[in-house]
């Protein structure tokens, strides 16, 4: 059947590369991104993700989880097959992960054997192809369309010398529709005449290991060609074949440097690419029992967190440092919010330091790189968003309105002749809903925001999430009239509560405001208390008929002085009850697995939500504000 | 009397199920739906559509040689038009049984088609019905009616479907026996289009990848994603001679969206799956 494919395949000559006086054609990453992010999603079974970078400039590559791909196209003089060749590199990549020529065991390393891992490189390359080939039969005549066009500028280029370049040439000449026969690489061989037999013989095993589906025979294969041909002269390195790309045993491995590595060890492993973000640690310390911030191992059967389970009957001693009042140096400049002491049962007036600040706003370029990531999912959101907005509903069987429900009269005439009474409701009306909102949607941007999502560098990190949930549900509110304002809060110790309005509920959602969000970033801990009452309180500044607190949070209140277990709980849960008080709704989204031994408490049942998967975050938080707000 | 009924009920048909309905089971239904039966209980079928809960219904009322009603429930279907109105003929009154009240009073298999189509106030018209007392009470003639034991009523249910607006009471969804249906794993999936299209085996696996490969896009922007339904379609057209490509982008990419970038990104995983 692929052959018959083959034989319909147009047979024009693959583009030459562009000439320097003819004008070159340039496709870029981001003009393709939208379709190409999705793309990659499904083929790879939602398991990778695209981006571009300037170091796969010299090829694609991928370190298990991202496909890296150059950032621009331009050696084809037509937008089409720059596309086409984006969509190829990346499916690509997807199958050399796919069918496990990637798995660490298999690939080797090439500080260890580099001529064994160039030859594994070819070899595997070439398995790859075919194997794609057979799976996805689609891309067959698009990888055929790719091994000419590759063949044809290296020949073009004139290299045929070293070891490895006849090889990569005379297999690319070999069919990809079938199993070459030993004639067609006999033929193939002797276009070499000065590396003939040796290269023959060559072929001729490669013959037989791409015959065989699994790829463990490419890493024989390979070890028996780098111990028969010698060093590598490596001013004679072949460029990688542009459509496969370069293998990074590098980045494939699993991160070496955890989280835990560093606190215990606090010196990263000097040259590595990967670190973890910096943390900042609180410079003034006027407790004597500093409650470490905790680090996640989600993998771990806890969950790597401490256990701080409250019992509601303990009772912890008194702490010297909740006696202290501010000096009038510290209240400068600040809001000043009281703090619930459980211990005493009392507030304690004029507690705590909150000091607004606007975040500067600059490049918009993660922000932007999200929205062209997911132009699908946003224009999604939206539809699902205008479906919010007030309709004017004809209301039928009403009993008074401004038009006679012909229906309803009908149906009162046949029951009149029946003899039952008949429904007096026989109008109808319209009726319009008004929605009235105000939402204030405040950021937990604690340290531990900066962890990678299951503590592995690949992955995202947390507050990278958090980043595309709040411009998900920005961009879903642009289709609402609801009003809006986003926050973050941080800070270490009641002194110094941060309060950073990302977008205030008169600021309009602008670049501005996407600058401020592009520079959301882990701060240090989680004072929950005063943070809740400052955002209430602009909430309540608010004329609206509903007023909604949405807290995104990634873990319990904590602060550096003794804002901590029941206390921190006990004060949040304070701050939510005046909230309520006042009528604001609160809600609260987080990815603390551990959430359910203190979130019922602070916000109550049915009023928070915990997160497993904390990718999904991004899209939930846009949920459940359409799901608080249907009417 | 029947065919009178027929061209009452806009909303819905009434069948003897006489040719027995092709039907592959995934797991344990049938034996769960046997139960339910013997058992008097209400069934309610949940999952995304085109996975085979109608087809399912038929083979069940053909298994159990019931006749079925199907009601395919929207949004202005009021309780007049399950149970039945008094009509106005030749100047005289005249009550004519909706599908429900039929379906009850003949003993027959009443399946209501996505439930939450259907205003709020309708659905509680089967509360009654739904719990041991299995009574239908019609206000307008004043009748009781009690159910036979070969009535069932099924409804079905699409969790994903629409917004949470359209949600069941849960009032109501607590008055059933629930099964799942998802979309059936791949070998299956496979049978079920060789069976339904009558395409060689080689196609059909292409399009059960073809199928896995879109559904990875059910949280990207897709309401609902290609269904078995789609594929099967997929498959008829590509039997009677249109090329897979296009047959693909006519029975799938086309329908499940109207987004253009996934509507891109959809026919370039067709293109890599299927070739010209």
């Given at each position: 059947m692929i052959r018959d494919w083959f034989r319909k395949l147009n047979p024009t000559r693959p583009k030459k590369p562009a000439e320097p006086e003819q004008p070159?054609?340039?496709?870029?990453?981001?003009?393709?991104?939208?379709?190409?992010?999705?793309?990659?999603?499904?083929?790879?079974?939602?398991?990778?993700?695209?981006?571009?970078?300037?170091?796969?400039?010299?090829?694609?590559?991928?370190?298990?989880r991202t496909i890296f791909v150059p950032p621009e196209v331009d050696m084809f003089d037509d937008k089409k097959q720059a596309r086409l060749f984006y969509r190829v590199t990346s499916a690509w990549k997807v199958m050399q992960l796919a069918s496990g020529t990637l798995d660490l065991e298999r690939v080797p390393d090439p500080n260890e054997d580099r001529e064994q891992f160039l030859y594994y490189e070819i070899l595997s390359g070439e398995w790859v192809d075919r194997t794609l080939v057979n799976l996805w039969p689609g891309l067959a005549p698009n990888i055929e369309l790719m091994r000419r066009d590759a063949l044809a500028r290296r020949s073009q280029n004139g290299h045929r010398t070293g070891n490895l370049e006849p090889l990569i040439q005379s297999l690319l000449r070999l069919p990809i529709d079938h199993q070459p026969e030993t004639d067609e690489i006999r033929r193939v061989a002797e276009e070499f005449p000065q590396k003939n037999g040796e290269l023959r013989d060559m072929l001729l095993a490669t013959g037989d290991m791409l015959r065989i589906d699994e790829p463990g025979q490419c890493l024989k294969l390979a070890f028996e060609f780098s111990?028969?041909?010698?060093?590598?002269?490596?001013?004679?390195?072949?460029?990688?074949?542009?459509?496969?790309?370069?293998?990074?045993?590098?980045?494939?491995?699993?991160?070496?440097?955890?989280?835990?590595?560093?606190?215990?060890?606090?010196?990263?492993?000097?040259?590595?690419?990967?670190r973890p973000p910096p943390r900042s640690e609180p410079l003034l310390v006027d407790s004597n029992e500093p409650m470490p911030m905790q680090r996640r191992n989600r993998k771990s059967p806890?969950?790597?967190?401490?256990?701080?389970?409250?019992?509601?009957?303990?009772?912890?001693?008194?702490?010297?440092?909740?006696?202290?009042?501010?000096?009038?140096?510290?209240k400068k400049g600040a809001h000043l919010y009281h703090e619930w002491d459980y211990l005493r049962e009392m507030y304690l007036p004029e507690w705590n330091a909150l000091r607004t600040r606007r975040p500067k706003s600059g490049s918009t370029d993660k922000v932007d790189q999200i929205l062209r990531q997911h132009t699908a999912l946003i224009r999604h959101l939206k539809q699902q968003f205008e479906a919010l907005r007030p309709e004017r509903m004809r209301l039928t069987r009403q009993l008074d309105g401004d038009e006679l429900d012909l229906g309803a009269y009908v149906d009162s005439q046949a029951d009149q002749m029946a003899g039952l009474s008949p429904s007096e409701k026989l109008y109808s009306k319209v009726d319009e809903k008004e929605r009235n909102i105000a939402l204030a949607c405040l950021i937990d941007l604690s340290g531990s925001t900066g962890a990678w999502?299951?503590?592995?560098?690949?992955?995202?990190?947390?507050?990278?999430?958090?980043?595309?949930?709040?411009?998900?549900?920005c961009e879903a509110l642009t289709v609402l009239d609801d009003r809006h304002a986003v926050y973050g809060f941080t800070g270490s110790t009641r002194k110094q509560s941060e309060f950073s309005i990302v977008k205030e509920f008169d600021e309009s959602y602008g670049e501005t405001v996407k600058g401020r969000m592009n520079?959301?970033?882990?701060?240090?801990?989680?004072?929950?208390?005063?943070?809740?009452?400052?955002?209430v309180h602009n909430l309540t500044m608010q004329s609206a008929r509903v007023r909604i607190l949405m807290l995104l949070s990634d873990g319990r209140p904590n602060d550096f002085d003794g804002y901590g277990g029941r206390y921190g709980v006990e004060d949040t849960r304070k701050a939510l009850i005046e909230a309520r008080q006042s009528g604001v709704n609160t809600f609260a989204l987080t990815i603390d697995g551990e959430a359910r031994d203190y979130m019922p408490y602070m916000f109550g049942l049915g009023h928070y939500m915990v997160i497993e998967d904390t990718p999904a975050l991004a899209t939930r938080l846009s949920e459940v504000y359409r799901r608080l707000t249907v009417q | 009397m029947s065919i009178e009924h027929l061209e009452q009920w806009s909303d819905a048909q009434l069948a003897e199920v006489e040719e027995e309905p092709y039907y592959l089971p995934i797991g344990d239904e049938v034996t769960i739906f046997d139960t339910a039966y013997r058992e008097q209980l209400p069934?309610?079928?949940?999952?995304?559509?085109?996975?085979?809960?109608?087809?399912?219904?038929?083979?069940?009322?053909?298994?159990?040689?019931?006749?079925?009603?199907?009601?395919?429930?929207?949004?202005?279907?009021?309780?007049?038009?399950?149970?039945?109105?008094?009509?106005?003929?030749?100047n005289e009154t005249v009550w004519m049984d909706g599908p429900l009240t039929y379906a009850v009073r003949t003993g027959a298999i009443c399946y209501?088609?996505?439930?939450?189509?259907?205003?709020?106030?309708?659905?509680?018209?089967?509360?009654?019905?739904?719990?041991?007392?299995?009574?239908?009470?019609?206000?307008?003639?004043?009748?009781?009616?009690?159910?036979?034991?070969?009535?069932?009523?099924?409804?079905?249910?699409?969790?994903?479907?629409?917004?949470?607006?359209?949600n069941l009471k849960p009032s109501t969804r607590q008055r059933f026996v629930a099964i799942d249906f998802d979309f059936p794993p791949p070998d299956e999936e496979l049978e079920i289009i060789c069976h339904e299209s009558g395409v060689d085996r080689e196609t059909a696996q292409l399009l059960v990848r073809l199928?896995?490969?879109?559904?990875?896009?059910?949280?990207?922007?897709?309401?609902?994603?290609?269904?078995?339904?789609?594929?099967?379609?997929?498959?008829?057209?590509?039997?009677?001679?249109?090329?897979?490509?296009?047959?693909c982008e006519l029975a799938i990419a086309a329908p499940i969206t109207d987004d253009a970038t996934v509507q891109e990104a959809v026919s370039d995983v067709v293109t890599t799956i299927f070739a010209e």
């Open positions: 070159v054609t340039s496709l870029a990453f981001a003009d393709v991104e939208s379709t190409l992010a999705l793309y990659v999603k499904a083929i790879s079974d939602s398991r990778l993700k695209v981006m571009s970078n300037t170091l796969a400039r010299q090829g694609a590559y991928t370190d298990g111990a028969g041909n010698g060093k590598i002269d490596e001013s004679t390195l072949p460029q990688a074949v542009h459509f496969r790309g370069r293998i990074r045993p590098d980045l494939l491995k699993p991160p070496e440097i955890t989280i835990e590595d560093i606190k215990t060890d606090d010196k990263p492993a000097s040259g590595s690419r990967r806890t969950g790597g967190r401490q256990s701080m389970q409250i019992s509601l009957a303990d009772r912890e001693p008194a702490r010297t440092f909740h006696t202290v009042p501010l000096t009038e140096e510290e999502i299951d503590d592995d560098p690949r992955n995202d990190q947390v507050i990278e999430v958090i980043r595309r949930g709040v411009v998900f549900l520079g959301l970033g882990p701060g240090a801990y989680t004072r929950m208390g005063p943070a809740i009452r400052h955002a | 069934v309610m079928l949940k999952g995304p559509t085109g996975v085979g809960k109608t087809r399912f219904v038929r083979a069940m009322a053909h298994r159990l040689g019931r006749p079925l009603i199907t009601v395919a429930c929207h949004d202005d279907l009021t309780a007049s038009d399950l149970l039945g109105r008094f009509l106005i003929k030749d209501l088609d996505e439930i939450v189509e259907a205003r709020k106030d309708t659905t509680v018209v089967i509360h009654p019905l739904t719990d041991d007392r299995r009574r239908l009470r019609l206000e307008k003639t004043g009748e009781v009616l009690a159910a036979p034991p070969e009535f069932q009523l099924i409804i079905s249910y699409n969790p994903g479907y629409q917004s949470l607006m359209k199928g896995e490969m879109i559904r990875n896009l059910s949280d990207s922007g897709l309401d609902e994603p290609a269904s078995t339904r789609l594929l099967v379609y997929a498959a008829k057209l590509i039997r009677s001679g249109i090329s897979p490509r296009r047959a």
